[in-house]
């Protein structure tokens, strides 16, 4: 399974903007293959999809409640996963994941947690009013 490591979590103010990032290394497929997503986890909540890409280039999927704030995007090399987090609020609190999953680009990349096989360690956004 890919290795995948988050960074970029921190403290910021609402209206706030982070830029999270997660290296993922040991790909078994091509690296076009996956559906990559950023999730996300606030204390004594389930986990929850936050946006999710396809390797391979296609739909990008974004959770109502982040879509014209949130961004998610990868570089050329497909090594590395991003989330632009801009206009932050104190509800985006929360432990955020990367994942990722081998998936045909038709298939599209949904948000369901459980078909996500490999994940990170997570890192931890706190937004304070």
């Known amino acids: 399974q890919v290795q995948l490591a988050e960074s970029g979590g921190g403290s910021v103010q609402a209206g706030g903007s982070l830029r999270l990032s997660c290296v993922a290394s040991g790909y078994v497929y091509s690296r076009g293959s996956y559906c990559m997503g950023w999730f996300r986890q606030a204390p004594g909540k389930e986990r929850e999809g936050v946006a999710t890409?396809?390797?391979?280039?296609?739909?990008?999927y974004y959770d109502d409640s982040v879509k014209g704030r949130f961004t998610i995007s990868q570089d050329n090399a497909k090594t590395r996963l991003y989330l632009q987090m801009n206009s932050l609020k104190p509800e985006d609190t929360a432990m955020y994941y990367c994942?990722?999953?081998?998936?045909?680009?038709?298939?599209?990349?949904?948000?369901?947690?459980?078909?996500?096989?490999?994940w990170g360690q997570g890192t931890q956004v706190t937004v304070s009013s």
């Open positions: 890409i396809h390797t391979g280039g296609g739909r990008i």
């Open positions: 994942a990722a999953f081998v998936q045909s680009l038709r298939s599209g990349c949904m948000a369901t947690t459980t078909q996500y096989k490999s």
